[in-house]
């Protein structure tokens, strides 16, 4: 999109937001007042004798709708401690106190709702808080701030809170042990400290600290909390036993020892938690169950980089933000130095059948595990996190009947460390990370890495007022192992140093070890109306962050500009809105371009709180150097693309969301089109519905099929893949009580391959279509069946098989979830899980008779049951 046309946004946006409410001014300092006193009851009613010997913090300002507005409705806080807690007591008063609203959801659910929320920065750090939420309803939220702006919503701490409702509104009493929260030692202590309220029908959200939209940051921004005194918190330890009991049940195979259809296990374990200091945590895990509760969704991969799961499991998603590192500046990237679901991974081995059959090891078993995490008062954050996993074997009867075992994970040390200094009270950081893993590797693992080492130092310094930030990222990694390791890292998808068009890289068969580096630059805007910025990155061809972390590319450099324009105050069409225009280059180690576009995306929050989003942009094409999966270069076409996605009012009991996206490129063949939605209905206050459909139909107009050597050469064949997906993500809720939910979860997935055309690669790098392919036609095609050659000179003979190209790929994953807090932190799961669906050659897309053979297929079930008993100890 052009300069003329974005200006032409800017100024009718610009027009629609000229008359606007002025906010009146703001005070500048917030300081609330903690009262040492006796422990109140834990009702909800504030009415302890304690509570009114507290001084009252009030003058809430409004963030939404109207900025700077006082708070429509009065709030009330006030903060009482004593040596086991720190309690706050909000009295949220409300004039239409029966249209409050109060729905009942599991624990850190978001529904439509009205809320109060306590920020604690209790480092005093201005980078970090601990957040505590709840509704009218008693359901629970927490959530931890980092870097002054970032939020990990799956920490989960151990704390009370109980709420009433009165003809005058509503009141919540929170208790949160100190053993929550993480301080410095001395006698002046303060907290950073802010307290937010949500009235759900008038969309409106107060502050006790305001923090204005056109401003940035989080915990430095907060007022303070102050009046502590001689406080003096016990260190406890504490215990959290588990056991786990379950079966499986699946179709069984005939002949197969390992498939009989059931199994069952029994697990015991437990996690330990201890306050080393009152700003140092030791965590581990002893026979710890990492596995999930949910199902990974089913995804069809066709390219060579490794498809990227979040983490779900709680011992790593807590606290994870000191062990995150970024190596790349790009906000849409993956990639990261530690991917935590490489520990407890898949095995990495196939077992021999020797003509018989093998069991089945889905992951990995972890041992034991344990990190320590923290904050000085001096500003060091530390963190270090170690992991041990055991030796996984496949038992196997051969084709004789005898018995074998073969390893197909070894034994594996993981270690994760981090330092880091806040300077400046926050603004400067210096940090460093490190990783290492090492395998103990048996006789037949010689294609595995025995040893890996990375290690990375970013430095991030704010200026001009905190408007601006700059960050500078430098990484470095070390693989060792045997040669045959080291030359299959060579020849990976993320290097490709076979390659015969390149001259930066070249595989050296005899090397046991692979070093490389990387890092970024990155300086932008964050303050104000106007934003922008630029980053520049590299990464050398050796590269390997694999072992420990998440990495799809290496020997390229990349640099990226952007530019937003914000309209943070209410206009007559939108409450906020911003255009974004983004541009990029990347480009390998000799020079040639691999990619290059530029975008132009907008949002808009409209005045009934829909929200509307649309995005378009062109790219120049450049060279993929994965596509033909170490093959050369393959030139890939000049493409468009443009889409939108809309929203309705989120505060409503029925909610839609739709979405569409479409995409080609300038060559005429390949593109294609996404469209979806997703229906939220919450008939009652306790039932909350959801479904979304998605459709996709793509013709990628190059997917890599096979390679191999034809006479002295090695031919590449491609072709235009007609592909089509259609998949259903259907959830139900039901809350009996905030401590007692039912959920239910089905996610059905149909996805069709079918090659309209074959192509041999004549030349790689040529710019047209016409001289890049040479299309096969059926009489350089030998079918037998499912199965297709090519027969390149006509001769009636396979010149390279291309197996059976096309597919079809059926899944339905469904899990149901009852889950009992029966006291705090110590809860009950009982969980059916049931996996159904398959794979075959046909691929073609009939979706009532796809659908008729996924809910016919054979299903796979297991039912577990997990009691987890929680103890504080002194």
Known sequence: MGTPTLLSLCALLQAQSAIVIRPPALREEAVAVATRATAPKIDGRLDDEVWSRATPAGNFRQRDPE?????????DVRVLYDDEALYVGVRATDAQAARISAPLARRDESPPSDWIGILIDSYFDRRTAFEFVVNPAGVKQDVYHYNDGELDPTWDAIWDVSVARDDGGWTAEFRIPWSQLRFGQGRDRRFGFNVWRKINRTGELQHWKLMTKDGRGDASRYGELTGFVNLNPPRKLEVTPYSLFGRSFEPAELGNPFRTGSSGRATLGADIRYGLTSNLTLSAALNPDFGQVEADPAVVNLSAQETFYPEKRPFFTEGSDVFRFRISASPWSNEQFFYTRRIGRAPQLSPDTRGGYASRVAQTTILGAAKVQGKTPSGWTIGALTALTAEETSSIVDAQGRPFRDVVEPRTLYGVGRLARDFRSGRTVIGAFGTIVKRDLPDRSTLLRSDALAAGLEVTHRFGGDRFVARLTTLGSRVAGSAAAISATMRGPVHFFQRPDIGYARVDSGATSLSGYGGFVEVKKETGDWLYGAQVNTRSPGLELNDAGYQNRAGRHSEMAW??????????LFRTASLRVNQWYDWDYDGRTADAGAELLGNMVLKNYGQWNFWGGSNRGGLDPQALRGGPGLEWP??????????????KSLRLAVNGNHWNNFEGIGGGTSFGAMLSWRPSGRLDLSAGPQFEQEIPSRQFIASGAVGAATEYVVGDLSQKTASLAARGNFTFSPNLTFQLYAEPFVSTGEFVTYKRVASP?????????????????IRNGSKVAADFNRDGTADLPLGEPNFTVLSLRSTAVLRWEYRSASTLFLVWQQERGGRSAEGRFRLGENLGDLFGSQSSNTLLLKVSHWLSIR
């Open 563 to 572: 530019l937003v324009r914000r309209w943070l105050t209410p206009g007559a």
């Open 638 to 651: 000049k493409s468009a693309w443009f889409g939108t996605s809309l929203s309705t009012d989120p505060r």
């Open 67 to 75: 900025e700077g507005a006082p708070g429509t409705e009065p709030t």
């Open 765 to 781: 790098h040529a710019q047209r279509e016409a001289d890049r392919f040479d299309r096969l036609g059926e009489d350089r095609l």
